[in-house]
């Protein structure tokens, strides 16, 4: 069955310096989604992508953070100039075309700043 | 979207049917019920969803009832591996599809051996 996989599955950065992360999506589908979920917490939408552009963010979703989909295959989260309140596990989600359709989960990657 | 309320944890003996309840009063016509659970610190697994028939699936099945203000989510012969947090969450896709998941706290189903 096809999944959502994200990479790397743990990354390690001093604070302050900038973090991309990678998703690769379902391949047939159009709209992807990063989340994310503070140890202990519930997860929390930050933003979804579709027709290559921003379709909504939430509050967390600022300018410390963007999105790209460089390619037909990746969809990346960055964050820049990384804060200790940035560790976490973040999501990437993707789904198919046909709105009421499910959005599918990545297992994540885990960040931590040091 | 609509509220959704689960209790915080439940147990369920190992191959019983787990019944995992959700109240949605405040549901309107266009929202579909979606049903995730997360195994420690996977990502959310999507289970099911409906609009106001019941479904089923390979994994679950959905009973909502006739006015819509309530679900209940089965396993029906539940395993160790079952244990996680489920999530029961309300979403109408308006626009097309990009709008983004809340999830809540979630029932945290303990399978008892």
């Known amino acids: 069955e096809p999944e959502v996989t994200q990479t790397p599955s743990h990354q390690v950065t001093q604070m302050g310096q900038e973090v991309i992360l990678r998703c690769v999506p379902i391949s047939n589908h159009l709209y992807f989604y990063w989340y994310r979920q503070i140890l202990g917490q519930k997860v929390e939408f930050l933003v979804s992508f579709y027709n290559n552009e921003i379709s909504e963010k939430s509050e967390i979703f600022d300018d410390q953070f963007s999105v790209e989909r460089p390619d037909g295959s990746n969809f990346t989260l960055k964050i820049r100039s990384t804060k200790l309140e940035d560790s976490a596990m973040y999501f990437c989600?993707?789904?198919?075309?046909?709105?009421?359709?499910?959005?599918?989960f990545g297992d994540g990657t885990r960040l931590s700043i040091l | 979207d609509a509220k959704t309320t689960q209790p915080p944890s439940m147990d369920c003996a190992e191959g019983r049917a787990a019944n995992l309840p959700c109240n949605h009063s405040?549901?309107?016509?266009?929202?579909?019920v979606y049903w995730y659970r997360q195994i420690h610190s996977q990502g959310p697994q999507y289970i099911i969803h409906?609009?106001?028939n019941n479904e089923t699936n390979e994994m679950a099945s959905l009973i909502i009832t006739e006015d819509r203000k309530s679900s209940t989510l089965i396993l029906p012969h539940a395993t160790l591996r079952d244990t996680a947090v489920y999530y029961c969450?309300?979403?109408?896709?308006?626009?097309?599809?990009?709008?983004?998941?809340?999830f809540g706290k979630g029932t945290h189903l303990i399978i008892q051996p």
């Open positions: 969450i309300v979403r109408e896709y308006s626009g097309g599809g990009a709008d983004g998941l809340t």
């Open positions: 405040t549901i309107s016509g266009n929202e579909y």
């Open positions: 409906g609009l106001k």
């Open positions: 989600a993707s789904k198919a075309e046909h709105p009421n359709q499910p959005q599918h």
